[in-house]
């Protein structure tokens, strides 16, 4: 059952209904079709049978190859839905996870998130499953995922860029950007992350400098709407013009979500 947004999960970070946010005009986007995570590599049986009355039909997988090899997900028994992923590396390694012996943790996560999203904007292979995220949405019936490992980066501007389109004014954009803050399962990701961080480390990591690793800031968002903007001079155009959001898919997305 899905808690106000997130769903109960054992082995799956940051699993949520990004829907339900009011749109200009009076709308809502729908509940119930717009789903939001981490990878499922630790999926547990349980997780899987609270996932499964969603009716997922289609994921969108934001991992590249490397990362979809070293942690493959589980599925939902029986799932005959489509998967989208690129052919190919999306990213460098997870930010959260190259870190050096002799690196202040929090401050080296913030200046590589923040570098992590300034080149997104420009990230051939992010512009395309974005593109791909988008247009499918718009074509597939029934629920959809978006995910990559810890559905808090790729997953959080993924998410971003569907609720601009469909009228979220831009504060509640940053509130479900956010939101990933507040997620119940912060154990998961720091189980599956913080062994890797601490070994190049040498030390454990308190509690605060561990969550500024592994959580979001408004500023990294900030970041690629900032460069998104420099590059077309409206967030709109940007989306037009790099991702591929015409008219015809811009009003298809707001039929198909907006009630």
Not at 122 to 136: C, E, K, S, V
Request: charged share 30%; with cysteine.
């Amino acid at each position: 059952m899905i808690r106000e947004p997130f769903l109960e999960t054992q082995g799956i970070h940051n699993f949520r209904d990004y829907g339900g946010w009011r749109t200009r005009g009076g709308g809502q986007v729908r509940t119930g079709l717009l789903f939001r995570s981490g990878h499922h590599v630790e999926a547990t049986d349980d997780d899987l049978a609270a996932i499964a009355p969603l009716g997922i039909h289609t994921v969108i997988d934001l991992r590249g190859e490397s990362e979809r090899a070293a942690n493959p997900c589980r599925r939902v028994e029986g799932f005959d839905g489509q998967v989208l992923f690129y052919e190919g590396e999306t990213t460098s390694s997870p930010p959260h996870m190259d870190i050096g012996p002799d690196t202040n943790a929090a401050d080296f996560a913030r200046e590589r998130m923040l570098a992590v999203y300034t080149r997104m904007p420009d990230n051939p292979a992010m512009i395309d499953m974005f593109g791909r995220y988008l247009t499918i949405l718009a074509q597939r019936e029934g629920a959809s995922l978006v995910h990559c490992y810890a559905g808090k980066d790729r997953t959080g501007v993924a998410a971003t860029m569907l609720l601009h389109i469909l009228g979220v004014a831009e504060e509640d954009q940053r509130r479900e950007f956010l939101r990933t803050n507040d997620s119940p399962t912060f154990d998961v990701l720091a189980r599956q992350s913080l062994p890797g961080i601490e070994a190049r480390l040498g030390r454990k990591l308190d509690e605060g400098a561990a969550k500024d690793l592994l959580g979001v800031r408004e500023e990294y968002l900030d970041r690629y709407l900032e460069i998104a903007t420099e590059r077309h001079g409206s967030f709109d155009t940007y989306l037009e013009a790099a991702i591929g959001v015409d008219d015809a898919l811009r009003e298809a997305l707001i039929v198909r979500f907006v009630a």
